[in-house]
């Protein structure tokens, strides 16, 4: 179904990438930036950001990989496109820069004729301040996290929670201060779609500034708030006066959820499942608004997947398929919470439920949806490199997790727990 983007894509360099040019992922709070959710991020240089604000998306770094890019080389953070493309899946290169093709009306010719580019889509993160320490989440993105590690240490033997220490709220930020010259120096009327993420951008005092600005200036950009939707009650209340009449085709709601009720309180630590399902409710009821569900499909996830969907349809049924939609996503990093960990028996089982399920309810879904739920599927089959590694790091990981946050894996998770001596 992406046919014809890959041609065009192809015109240019068989490893091209619109996102590269046109999309950037900024935290502010420790001065890092990345292509899209599946780049790790890097550190622009404060005297970049400085000298110049743009520095934010057009560092030297990411102009070296727009080089690679157009001369038909492979950059190395963006090996989770490249390791689906050469198992045969049609990757997010293709599908994100169709969407800068066709909904964007981004001319891939114009891009390409500078290093430079200002973004039509940005996300931010102003602050990593969270209410949620989710299992494959870890110190960067999540302050509780970051307290945790404090406590107890880094968990010995897993390798992926690394962290660069944050800029303090009560010091300058450089950072801050040159995405803010940039917004008033343009970037507010090129943007097309802004989202706001963390952390919990509803615990960020920075969100609310977001918020005043777009609206008293009346910008026409849409903007989405990455949020999981169980802050406290006075300020989610807060946050539904304060978009109730914004209008719904400029505001969307977007967060993530993979699992369901005691799996998925375990997993996304800190959850309220109940107050989850509420206050989506909430958010259909008394706006009109879209809500995007993220699935962050992972080996704590992948064994509730049909029965998670199947909730989730619900509210498709009642507020209407286009209202609400799900988008299928899988964890490489960490590499222990792979859903490919999880022995071949286990998967299969999961693969033929879920494919029971859509049959019947095929139309919920739209082609988009569908297929990004095929490719999870067969991607969940095919076996994983250095398997063995990871397993030995997963159950290391999980009794760490069950120790540090008094939880039992075992009693969670009994479909998994029952296969442990083949992990």
């Not at 107890?152 to 897993?158: A, L, P, V």
């Not at 615990?203 to 708030?225: A, G, I, P, R, Y």
């Not at 022995?343 to 949806?369: H, W």
Request: charged residues 30%.
């Amino acid at each position: 179904m992406y046919e014809k983007t890959k041609e065009i894509l192809d015109n240019i360099s068989p490893t091209f990438c619109i996102a590269k040019w046109a999309r950037t992922n900024v935290r502010t709070y420790e001065g890092t930036s990345y292509s899209c959710h599946h780049c790790r991020p890097v550190v622009t240089p404060k005297e970049e950001v400085s000298a110049d604000h743009t520095a934010l998306t057009n560092n030297k770094l990411v102009q070296e990989y727009r080089q690679q890019m157009l001369d038909g080389e492979r950059p190395k953070e963006c090996n989770y496109c490249w390791t689906r493309e050469d198992q045969g899946f049609t990757s997010d290169r293709i599908m994100k820069s169709d969407k800068f093709i066709n909904l964007h009306q981004l001319d891939p010719a114009e891009i390409v004729k500078n290093l430079t580019h200002a973004p039509v889509h940005l996300d931010i993160a102003f602050d990593r301040t969270c209410n949620f320490k989710c299992s494959y989440c870890g110190p960067q993105n999540s302050s509780l996290w970051a307290e945790e590690i404090v406590q107890h240490g880094e968990i010995k033997g897993i390798p992926a929670f690394g962290a660069k220490e944050p800029i303090p709220n009560r010091e300058v930020n450089p950072y801050n201060d040159a995405f803010w010259k940039w917004w008033d120096s343009g970037l507010k009327h090129s943007l097309q779609h802004l989202t706001i993420t963390g952390g919990e951008p509803l615990l960020s005092k920075e969100f609310w500034k977001v918020l005043d600005k777009v609206q008293l200036e009346k910008l026409s950009m849409t903007v989405m708030v990455n949020t999981n939707l169980c802050p406290p009650d006075k300020i989610f209340d807060r946050f539904m006066n304060r978009i109730k009449n914004w209008d719904p085709e400029k505001f969307r709601i977007s967060t993530s959820i993979e699992s369901i009720k005691e799996k998925a309180e375990y997993s996304r630590f800190g959850l309220d499942y109940n107050k989850f399902m509420l206050n989506m409710h909430r958010v259909l009821t008394e706006t009109n608004m879209k809500v995007e569900v993220n699935l962050t499909n992972n080996a704590l996830s992948f064994t509730s997947l049909t029965d998670l969907v199947q909730e989730l349809t619900k509210f498709k049924i009642k507020y209407g398929a286009k209202r609400v939609t799900l988008h299928s996503n899988d964890v490489t990093w960490p590499s222990h919470l792979n859903l490919r960990i999880l022995p071949a028996e286990l998967r299969n089982v999961e693969v033929i439920k879920f494919k029971r399920f859509m049959k019947m309810n095929k139309d919920s879904f739209s082609k988009t949806e569908k297929y990004k739920f095929q490719r999870t599927l067969e991607l969940s089959l095919v076996e994983y490199e250095d398997v063995d590694k990871f397993r030995a790091q997963f159950l290391t990981f999980i009794k760490e997790y069950d120790k540090r946050r008094n939880l039992n894996f075992d009693k969670t998770f009994p479909e998994i727990a029952k296969f442990k001596d083949k992990l």
